[in-house]
């Protein structure tokens, strides 16, 4: 039948690619106006969401566990939710997410949760549940106080972004990874915080230089692709397939010679060296997970620091989540930092002053899961040698990992930048005459 078609209209094979192409082009130029109709009215959508910087004052005497934390994370963050296609196509809704900082502004350290305005409340009387002393109070957003940069501009700026250095689901050390030292009822001067080295550089630093810290957070709604069946598998079913896989050469299938059970019986020779890699990645599977992305900007004005000053600085702030690495398993890694590795990559300046800029627009619009269309997408090796499209790489983190990533230090951090509320702050009796 074909090769009549082909005699009667007497058509070559380049004649016959055209008319197959012609026939087939539809199919992706669908997809793609789907895909651009989509984001834009996603884009539509989040710019009508209003947000409000909250910073929460931590009291003096802070003696609960980062597990308090985590309650907060689960009860506040964790939107779980289903969109179908009107709600995620039509009307553009995303997935909400929240942004959780830590900063340091000429030493004085400040912990800021930035959430949509109709999530307020919940925040605060979440935050209040967990942390009865502590006081929320809504802020100006600092991100504003430094002038976009220019490459003769008045601030030095370097950024880079975290992620996992490994698979999703092994997890880095956690606050439980440090014994039971950080269980409440524990005396604070025997607690081993994570946290509190972070917390004691930021305190240090002088005045004119400034370190940004940003978590951004949303459900977890990330799918991996499954090479044996070609779908796509949600975090738990994906861990699964990883423990399958790297528990392969030590699993041996016999028959069970049981005529009431199966005919197939699995037995798992499980090495020492594997044991802690299978307990870890097991009880990650039971937690609660987000969506997570991780970006970290250093600052510093020039009329107060020198670039050895300023390149000190970018060298230590790479080291800060240090603390969290266990090699055997995985650790925090980072990526997309503004710098090139070699002069010949970027010999006008042009492309790293770009870079700079899109690092400080991302981070003050806290744009990890929807970022313009020119930055979604991986350019080909070659333009990226010169001119790298730093797409953001979000990961995924369970609510314990979080919780260690970003907590409240008790008083076994005495770092004298770091703002506490000295009294208690008690609601009034609902009894008062009015």
Known sequence: MIQDFLNSHNLNLLQLLIVAVGYLMPIPLGFLAVSLWHHYRQERFIMGIKWVLLEIQVPRDVIKSPAAMEL???????HQSFKGFWEQYVIGAPWMWFSL??????????????TPTRIRNLVETQIYAQYPQSKVVEVDDYVWNV??????GDWNVWGCEFNKLKEDFLPFKTYKGFGDDMKTG??????????TPMVEFLGSIP????????????????KYHNHHTGKHMDFTEAASSYLDTI????????ESGNPGGPAIAKQTFLPEHLKPVVTAITENMAKIHFDCGIRLIAL??????????FNNLRRDVRLLFRQYAQPSINELWRINATQFDAPWSDPTGLALTKIKKRMLDFYRMRTFFHPPLQYNMEYPKVFSLFFPSNKPKPFVISNEELATLFHFP?????????????????????????
């Open 410 to 434: 008790g008083m076994v951090s005495e770092t004298p930048s770091f703002k506490r509320i000295e009294s208690k702050i008690a609601k009034p009796p609902s009894d008062l005459p009015i």
């Open 207 to 222: 005045r004119g230089q400034q370190v940004w810290i940003q978590i951004v957070v949303r459900q977890s709604i990330k």
């Open 72 to 78: 907060f994370f689960s009860n506040a963050l964790y």
């Open 300 to 309: 510093a004005e020039k009329k107060y620091h020198t670039e050895d000053q």
């Open 186 to 195: 524990i005396k604070e001067e025997f607690k081993i915080d994570p946290i």
């Open 147 to 152: 002038q976009q940069y220019k490459k003769n």
């Open 247 to 254: 528990l392969a050469d030590y699993t041996k299938f016999n």
């Open 101 to 114: 900082e830590i900063v340091s502004i000429d030493g004085r350290v400040h912990f800021y949760i930035r």
